[in-house]
């Protein structure tokens, strides 16, 4: 048997943690604030400071409590609330703190991404145990390097957000479940308890061990003597009881075991009641009697809300094509993509083990421990299949951030079929340890570089923004090595597009590019804005997802759709693009216009507001954002029959839409027609 000295693992084990440590330390230094981070980090700081659990509802609070720890006690300034919708009281509030506190910002982003890094080396530990203790000493050993190299979950091991807790706590609430049916005590059925709170108390995705815990225990009773099944179904079904009381009570204890969102004086913006008003009829109706009820604690709830709403209007990118709804392939082909080509095939050897006899799970100590290995295998595939399923459906599809819990069981599974069939021959042995390191060298060859990974099959990291957008490809984190490349290219003119823009200013990091605008700089207001030129002499440099257009909230506003057709002179991280020459950028210069218009307007500078609009028109006519934006600035000076023109010219350009958005925008602009 391959790696069974117990030497083997007194090297081996502690070896691979501390490379792991290693490669995700040096990772996350090199790496600029992505996109979620600053309002968790500041969230987490103000839950410590303020217990105000208002700001950042959307997740729940544990990554957020414990990367703030590091950074408690340093009397950091704040800046004072600007009582506006949520998700940019977060995101600008985050990014004040940073300013406020500037000779500071690098050095806290670095300590809060550190105690994270802690869930990292949790969750490969907690996948070598269960596995041990699952299928064996090697397939412990597989599972732990598969786990360690694995891209995706190495892309997000350091940063500040929930995505790894809650592969950790989503594989503890099924291992410590299966160890409370092995062998069931009290202490077990509270330890799983405390399991599925903290997973609950890390992402609302956790609420998903609800209906897997009682699967695992209905397989239990399946699988069962029919004289034990009613006896078996009434102790498991106490069990699953006691572990939703025990969940709700530590989720709880996570938010004060207080319901209010806010200390007292600050009202969630919008409340929950307005918030929910989006969600069908059903689901409002039982939001609210949840809240009346005080069932959870109401910033729970609110971002249960937020994941509905959230959701409905969320565009995809997969494979060069732009969605105006989720995608039911969208994660069965992101894993195809994301995975590396030795996980993909050793899960489907584990799958060609099984079928055919294969799977090793006969042991000298008889039929018990035979049981408890089927047992291991079904209770692991049905976690992962549940999950899997709830997020194919779902239809946020923004990244594969999302199905970490997934590949923490592919892991497993790899590892339990790989083992059994190396312990047949030596063919077989040979065998596996070639597709472990090509699993290695895949995910080592893209490093640091991981959040951008991409198998060999797809043409690697280079071609990943080809097919996916977002978390897949860049997500902001490429900062520190756009500086370089100004430093490479001194007094070179450069404009800069990138995605974290209007969150994250660019001077953090030294980048001194003239900014052009992004996908968000719409919808929060905050980021400096520049006048685009028509046509720029120099570089151009655009994040990838500013290019595929995933992130715009239509794909008609995207000003750089003409990028998708270039091929770019340059890569910097796989994630930004350079172009050069004269560049024409009448699209970029018209929505630049365009948003400093309607920010403008809304502080009721009405004729600078219709000056830029009238620009933002001159520079691309057929610009529905323009036209719409001139209308409104039009309106707002009254020019009526100015104002209509635009208007009717912004419906014109509607035409070309996705239906599934047209209509949305045609009500918006038809109500301010009608209102002339």
């Known amino acids: 048997m391959l790696f069974n000295r117990k030497a083997w693992f007194r090297l081996i084990v502690p070896g691979l943690l501390i490379a792991q440590a290693a490669l995700i330390v040096f990772a996350i230094h090199r790496e600029s604030l992505t996109f979620d981070e600053e309002d968790h980090m500041y969230a987490g700081y103000r839950m410590w400071t303020a217990a105000d ?97 694995e891209p995706s979950l190495l892309a997000h091991s350091g940063l500040v957000t929930t995505d790894i807790g809650c592969a950790l706590f989503f594989l503890a609430a099924v291992y410590s479940f299966y160890r409370y049916v092995k062998h069931p005590t009290w202490t077990r059925v509270l330890i799983a308890g405390i399991a599925a709170g903290l997973l609950l108390a890390t992402k609302h995705s956790g609420i998903l061990v609800g ?36 969940s709700v009570a530590v989720l709880w204890s996570f938010y004060g075991f207080r319901f209010a969102a ?28 949840i809240a009346h009820m ?53 899960v489907a050897l584990t799958a060609f083990a099984l079928v055919t006899g294969k799977l090793n799970i006969r042991f000298k100590r008889g039929d018990q421990v035979q049981l408890d290995r089927g047992r291991a295998l079904t209770y692991v595939a049905i976690a992962g299949a549940v999950f899997l399923a ?34 047949r021959s030596r063919t077989w042995a040979w065998a596996c340890v070639i597709l472990l390191a090509a699993h290695v060298a895949s995910s080592l060859s893209v490093y640091p570089n991981t959040i951008a990974y991409a198998n060999e099959a797809w043409g690697g990291a280079r071609n990943t923004h080809l097919y996916l957008s977002d978390s897949n490809v860049d997500w902001g984190q490429q900062l520190f090595q756009v500086k370089q490349w100004e430093d490479r290219h001194p007094g070179e003119e450069c404009w800069f597009s990138y995605f974290v823009g209007g969150f994250v200013p660019n ?27 028509p046509v720029i002499h120099g570089a151009v440099l655009l994040s990838a997802s ?73 520079a691309a006519p057929g610009n529905l954002y323009a036209q719409w934006i001139l209308g409104s600035a039009a309106a707002a000076a009254g020019k009526k029959a100015e104002a209509r023109a635009a208007f009717n010219r912004a419906l014109e350009a509607s035409v070309v839409m996705e239906p599934d958005r047209r209509e949305e925008y045609d009500k918006s602009i038809q109500d301010e027609l009608n209102k002339l």
């Not at 009281?89 to 890094?117: C, K, S, Y």
């Not at 007292?264 to 929950?272: D, H, K, N, T, V």
């Not at 959230?310 to 989720?326: D, T």
């Not at 459906?393 to 069981?409: C, D, K, S, T, W």
């Open 211 to 246: 209906p897997i815990l009682p699967l695992m225990a209905a397989y239990e009773v399946l699988v069962a003597p029919p004289d034990t099944r009613k006896r078996l179904a009434l102790r498991l079904a106490g069990a699953c009881a006691i572990i939703a009381v025990v």
């Open 294 to 346: 005080r069932l959870l604690p109401e910033s729970y709830i609110f971002g249960l809300v937020d994941i509905r709403v959230f959701a409905k209007n969320f565009n995809s990118f997969l494979l060069g094509r732009w969605y105006p709804h989720g995608m039911l392939l969208y994660f069965p082909v992101l894993i195809l993509i994301k995975a590396t080509l030795g996980l993909l095939a050793a």
């Open 390 to 423: 709830v997020a194919i459906q779902n239809g946020l599809n923004i990244g594969v951030r999302h199905i970490l819990p997934v590949f923490a069981v592919a892991v497993i599974l790899a590892a339990a079929g790989l083992a059994s069939l190396a312990a």
């Open 262 to 289: 806010r200390p007292a004086g600050l009202a969630l913006i919008p409340s929950l009641a307005n918030y929910a008003g989006d969600l069908k009829p059903f689901e409002k109706s039982i939001v609210l009697w």
């Open 53 to 149: 659990y208002g700001l950042n509802p959307e997740h729940p609070p544990l990554v957020k409590l414990l990367a703030a720890l590091p950074v408690l006690g340093q009397n950091f300034k704040t800046a004072p609330l600007m009582n506006i919708f949520f998700k940019g009281e977060a995101m600008m509030g985050g990014e004040q703190w940073m300013a406020l506190n500037d000779d500071a910002p690098r050095r806290i982003i670095f300590r809060m991404r550190l105690a994270t890094v802690l869930l990292a080396l949790a969750l490969s530990l907690l996948i070598f145990f269960a596995t041990r203790e699952w299928f064996g000493e090697t397939a412990a050993i597989i599972a732990l390097i598969l786990a360690v190299f």
């Open 507 to 533: 001077q953090m990091y030294g980048v001194h590019c003239h900014i052009l605008p992004n996908s968000v700089m719409g919808i929060i207001p905050a980021g400096a804005l520049e006048t685009v030129p």
């Open 546 to 618: 500013e290019v595929d257009g995933g992130v715009w909230p239509i794909k008609e506003m995207n000003p750089y759709t003409r990028f998708q057709k270039l091929k770019p002179d340059e890569e910097i991280d796989y994630g930004i693009l350079v172009y050069r020459g004269d560049i024409s950028m009448s699209d970029a210069s018209a929505m630049a216009s365009a948003l400093q218009a309607i920010r403008l307007l809304g502080a009721k500078q009405v004729q600078p507001a219709l000056a830029l609009a009238e620009q933002a028109v001159q």
